[in-house]
């Protein structure tokens, strides 16, 4: 294969072609660990790892839920209003100023069966307010005192504030009784009026402040890996993600399935018996014909001989990846029906599957054919801080449309053995449908 | 002794002893042929270790048409192939085409005539003077030299031109060649 020996080296090959050096025992014993010792099945992620990993995002996700939560709830009775606590109503307690939050008594589950009467009343301090309470005297500071005991004694009290009472007060039954004046009475159930009242607060106001919502997700996503030929792979994410969320805070916990494209590499060589060149040789020649010259007939003929070929092949593989998300929101602008927030948090990323293609080498001529796959291993679990802007549309009470562009920083390379120190970053766009509890 | 074929055939099916023998049998002689690619033994043996891992997931793929052992040698070799090309990415090692050229000829031996010095160096003396020589130097001069690829080969492997290759190798001998001027005049002072 040389075009000229040469003594330098004739002689180091001479002298190094053969030499030996015994390795030391951790090279088999990290052969055995990487090789010999596959890990497979869905077991393999069931290393120490993984399991803190996914211990941590668990406990973040409840961490950040009570913590949310308490301070919520702490800020109660103004502004957290249908799913507020509910207060005891008694004796003098009940007298009402401009600033209070207006008492609603309502009566308990119990009392279903037999709905309980009560009058409606416009009262003349509050004009937009309205009272559910049995024989009250409008603007009286001693109308708790006369209201009656089954009802204030024993029914839980609900606070609202003005703007609720308005909302109330467009309930179709309600703003009938309201409009018939003082003193009507009327049977209201308490389930009949709880359910009304959500109904009415869903149909003008989108803006749940506590609730618990699940989506499904698409999440196209471009990886810049950055050991490989093509600067962008093509990958996607199917997810479920739940969110709760507590006033402007939103906890995103959740699992996707990944499907991710990577670039296969072989190096194949082989040897291939073919013509190199040609000579011309003589067929045959004459004499005197037409006088005294010679003539040669000429052919020409091909030179064989086995040419040694090394080529590399690229191949598509595919991962699967299961990926578990946390992420913290907060939702910066909301109206009515349209709201958007920017999230962020880490995301463990586990490789359940690795599908690998052979290369498309088919060459009948080829002998003595070596295929080395040379494409490095990915690496069974990586983090990663996933960033977004989610936009969100309410299409219905329940239903809402979202789109966020994400971006997505690896801590480390996705490749066993990769010491580039460049880990990979992607872009993606997280579309889907999200049902709201 | 195991026959090759049968520790083929125990390494195919996974089996743990199998996969040692083949091991033990080949990995002295690969990890001389990492040495000569590597600055030191710690790297090769990464090298080897990595290589080792590719002969067992590939060898499915060895087709009993020519030795095992040189089927094992040119994967370790293009393995210490891509750990130069990934430390050449990483700024760990002096990209080769960043080197100037120079016109060389297609006849190196010309330009080097007078009687080689260092034919009383052992082997591991030749083998810390390989290690000594600039990454590009060192992996373009094994190529060509010891393991036989041609210029052509090593250019496409290396991602350089031929003109490159051809330059590494006529100043890893130029390189090689004052070494060991310096070491046999150094042996002559001393003796």
């Known amino acids: 294969m040389k075009n000229e020996p040469d003594k330098i080296d004739d002689l180091f090959r001479q002298k190094l072609e053969g030499y030996q050096v015994d390795p030391s025992g951790k090279v088999w014993k990290n052969i055995l660990s990487r090789y010999l010792h596959p890990q497979s099945g869905p077991f393999h992620l069931l290393n120490l790892q993984n399991i803190i990993g996914a211990v941590i995002l668990a406990g973040a996700g409840i961490t950040a839920y009570v913590l949310l939560h308490s301070s919520i709830t702490s800020k109660m009775p103004e502004d957290k209003i249908l799913s507020g606590s509910l207060v005891e109503q008694s004796g003098s307690n009940n007298r009402l100023t401009s600033q209070d939050p207006l008492p609603i008594s309502i009566p308990s589950e119990n009392d279903q069966a037999n709905p309980v009467e009560a009058t409606v009343h416009q009262t003349n301090s509050r004009p937009q307010s309205t009272l559910i309470r049995e024989d009250t005297e409008t603007g009286n500071e001693d109308a708790g005192q006369k209201t009656s005991p089954e009802i204030n004694e024993a029914s839980p009290v609900e606070y609202l504030t003005n703007e609720s009472i308005h909302q109330l007060s467009t309930l179709p039954s309600l703003a009938e009784l309201a409009s018939s004046g003082e003193g009507q009475r009327f049977v209201v159930s308490r389930r009949n009026l709880m359910q009304n009242i959500d109904i009415q607060m869903r149909k003008q106001d989108y803006r749940k402040p506590v609730h618990i919502a699940a989506g499904l997700y698409f999440f196209p996503e471009w990886t810049d890996y950055r050991n490989q030929a093509k600067n962008f792979q093509s990958g996607y994410t199917q997810e479920i993600l739940a969110s709760v969320q507590m006033g402007k805070f939103i906890i995103r916990p959740g699992f996707g399935i990944t499907r991710s494209q990577d670039d296969g590499n072989y190096e194949i060589s082989y040897n291939k018996y073919e013509m190199t060149g040609y000579y011309l040789g003589v067929d045959f020649e004459t004499y005197g014909i037409p006088s005294d010259s010679m003539s040669y007939v000429l052919n020409e003929y091909g030179l064989f001989d086995t040419v040694f070929y090394s080529d590399s092949y690229r191949t598509d593989n595919a991962c699967t990846y299961l990926q578990i998300p946390l992420q913290i929101g907060y939702e910066f602008l909301n109206f009515k029906r349209f709201s958007m927030m920017v999230a962020g948090g880490p995301c463990l990323s586990l490789l359940l599957n690795e599908k690998k293609s052979d290369p498309a080498f088919r060459d009948f001529a080829a002998e003595n054919i070596m295929m080395v796959d040379q494409t490095p291993e990915r690496k069974y679990s990586n983090w990663q801080l996933l960033l977004g802007l989610s936009s969100k549309y309410m299409i219905t009470g329940k239903f809402s449309l979202s789109l966020e562009p994400t971006y997505r920083q690896y801590f480390n390379s996705t490749y066993e053995g990769d010491g580039t120190g460049r880990p990979p970053y992607s872009f993606g766009i997280r579309a889907g449908m999200t049902y709201h509890f | ?191």
């Open chain 2, 1 to 191: 002794m195991v026959p090759e074929k049968k520790l083929i055939e125990g390494c195919l099916q996974g089996k743990r002893k199998a996969c040692a023998l083949l091991y033990r049998r080949h990995a002295a002689t690969m990890l001389g042929v990492c040495l000569r690619y590597c600055r030191n033994l710690a790297e090769a043996e990464d090298v080897l270790q990595d290589g080792f891992v590719k002969v067992f997931t590939n060898i499915s793929t060895f087709r009993h048409e020519g030795s095992l052992e040189g089927w094992i040698r040119r994967i370790v070799v293009h393995t210490a192939v891509d750990h130069y090309n990934r430390q050449s990415r990483e700024g760990h090692a002096v990209h080769l085409e960043e080197i100037n050229e120079v016109h060389i000829s297609d006849n190196p031996a010309v330009e080097e005539e007078q009687d080689l010095p260092g034919c009383d160096l052992t082997e591991d003396e030749l083998m810390k003077v390989i290690q000594d020589l600039p990454d590009g130097y060192r992996l373009v001069f094994n190529m060509y030299a010891i393991e036989g690829y041609s210029h052509q080969e090593i250019a496409r492997l290396l991602n350089i031109s031929v003109n490159t290759s051809k330059t590494q190798l006529f100043k890893a001998r130029k390189m090689l060649r004052n070494v060991l001027i310096s070491r046999s005049l150094k042996y002559a002072i001393q003796r």
